[in-house]
């Protein structure tokens, strides 16, 4: 069993930055990689990145890359997304996710096991 609790969203302006945290609990040594996921009011959840929990490789979707960061600090167990230049189009719940099946396609939400409740960000133009 692993546990995921996200913290950090808030209400900001367009071009602010924002970091994202998620704490991770449980089972963390069957962590194969940690996501970040998003879903606007109305929209499928969609991917925004994703990193491996031993190895640090990172993938992102076009629409964060180059403005988001996602990085992980194992000794404590936590995940982060640092979010530069927010636009309107960011608002959403985000949220994280344990994905434990290794090589797994990470930018697949169907592929993941573990699921926070979610952080509301709010971009105001």
């Known amino acids: 069993q692993v546990q995921l609790v996200e913290s950090g969203g808030g209400l900001v302006q367009a071009g602010d930055s924002l970091r994202l945290s998620c704490v991770v609990s449980g089972r963390t040594s069957s962590i194969y990689a940690m996501g970040w996921f998003r879903q606007a009011a109305g929209r499928e959840r969609e991917f925004v990145a994703a990193v491996t929990w031993l190895g640090g490789s990172t993938d992102y979707a076009d629409s964060v890359k180059g403005r988001f960061t996602i990085s992980r600090d194992r000794p404590k167990n936590k995940l982060y997304l640092q979010m530069n230049s927010l636009e309107p189009e960011d608002t959403a719940v985000y949220y994280c996710?344990?994905?434990?099946?290794?090589?797994?396609?990470?930018?697949?939400?169907?592929?993941?096991?573990?699921w926070g409740q979610g952080t509301q960000v709010t971009v105001s133009s």
């Open positions: 996710a344990a994905l434990l099946r290794y090589l797994s396609f990470m930018r697949n939400s169907k592929e993941y096991n573990y």
